[in-house]
């Protein structure tokens, strides 16, 4: 049983940086793979990077350059470094945690986080 939650939200200029955080409420999130995902405004949610237990790692390529995905086992927490942000990332920011191997397909996350708003905007 895992409870997700995501801080390190906020307003940030174009070109700037944020570093989300995903960390657990309850349970620890080593074994699992853990996703990013975002939902604009009136868009559906898409995926946005990925790493595995093994900290093997994945990115759209709508941020690969600019994101970076990590993750602390010792203090059980995964980031997401933001860099070059464009309007376009505004979002709300979840992270997902499955079991196994990582993937794109949201339905196989099973722990979704409540979500950290990202505002990118001058």
């Known amino acids: 049983q895992v409870q997700l939650v995501e801080s390190g939200g906020g307003l940030v200029q174009p070109g700037g940086s944020l570093r989300l955080s995903c960390g657990a409420s309850e349970g620890r999130l080593d074994l699992y793979a853990i996703g990013w995902f975002r939902q604009a405004p009136g868009k559906e949610r898409e995926g946005v990077a990925y790493?595995?237990?093994?900290?093997?790692?994945h990115y759209e390529n709508s941020v690969t350059g600019r994101f970076t995905i990590s993750r602390d086992n010792a203090k059980n927490t995964i980031y997401l470094q933001m860099n070059s942000l464009k309007p376009e990332d505004t979002a709300t920011y979840y992270c997902a945690a499955r079991w196994g191997g990582w993937g794109p397909s949201q339905k196989e996350y099973k722990y979704w986080g409540q979500g950290t708003l990202v505002t990118v905007s001058s």
């Open positions: 790493i595995t237990s093994n900290s093997v790692t």
